[in-house]
């Protein structure tokens, strides 16, 4: 949040090179070319505008040369997962301390009060993508993309909510130099349904899937993942689970339409 007069300092983990932050905003970026930037590059009026909130509060989710981490720990053993939260909680610190002191906004601190943690950051990490179930039928590109030139995305039969954001991940090697990224390309998507059968598990009874851990590729997951369809997802789950029970009958014989 933003403070009146400077805010605690937070200091700069150890083994951190605030240089990774280089060009996350052009109010402090040592390479004016664009191809190296693979992404616009935001003054720090534009980035503030991004997320800001009531209250002089700001969420930090900044995409580009930031504070997002590569999570594939967290899907290892417990130590594994407890090692991978607090090298991105370390992230975290070292681009707030970036603010701070090299961009020059030490009116910007961890707002304290907000969670009941001891380092006033949130109780768990926003994870991008899970582990998923293996689905009555797969959610793929194809579901989320125009097959053809109207730009919309064909009627699914047991569609059970509807989202609207566009394709977008935010792997680490994303914004490396080129030669060192990544290189996906997104294609353009439309408003999309999600399909009643991504949720349902294959061959397991007794269990529908929400949010994040629905039957969908890894590419799909870029567009369903957001907010407001995880919560679409979530009331359609809930009813279908209601239905369920109140019918007796296994998830696998509802009848979408009543869902």
């Not at 200091?11 to 190296?36: E, I, K, M, N, W």
């Not at 290892?76 to 090298?87: D, K, L, P, Y």
Request: glycine fraction near 8%; charged fraction near 20%; charge should be negative.
């Amino acid at each position: 949040r933003r403070f009146d007069g400077a805010a605690p300092a937070v200091p700069l983990p150890d083994g951190f090179d605030v240089a990774r932050f280089d060009c996350s905003t052009s109010q402090l970026c040592s390479v004016q070319d664009a191809a190296y930037w693979n992404h616009k590059l935001h003054d720090w009026d534009s980035f503030l505008s991004y997320a800001l909130l009531p209250g002089g509060m700001f969420m930090l989710n900044w995409p580009f040369h930031c504070n997002d981490y590569p999570a594939q720990g967290l899907f290892g053993s417990r130590a594994e997962r407890a090692e991978t939260i607090q090298r991105a909680k370390e992230r975290t610190l070292a681009y707030v301390h970036y603010i701070q002191n090299q961009l020059g906004h030490p009116e910007w601190g961890l707002a304290d009060g907000v969670y009941p943690t001891d380092d006033h950051l949130p109780l768990l990490p926003y994870v991008r993508e899970s582990r998923r179930v293996v689905p009555v039928r797969w959610m793929v590109e194809q579901d989320v993309v125009p097959q053809d030139d109207s730009g919309e995305n064909a009627v699914l039969k047991d569609g059970v909510a509807v989202g609207d954001y566009y394709l977008d991940h935010h792997h680490d090697k994303d914004h490396r130099p080129p030669g060192e990224r990544l290189g996906e390309q997104y294609p353009d998507n439309a408003p999309f349904q999600v399909a009643f059968s991504a949720m349902k598990p294959a061959g397991v009874e007794g269990l529908i899937a929400a949010e994040k851990c629905i039957g969908v590729t890894h590419i799909v997951n870029g567009c369903s993942r957001l907010q407001p369809v995880a919560v679409a997802i979530g009331q359609a789950a809930g009813e279908a689970a209601a239905q369920a029970a109140r019918a007796g009958v296994g998830v696998h014989d509802l009848d979408v339409a009543d869902v």
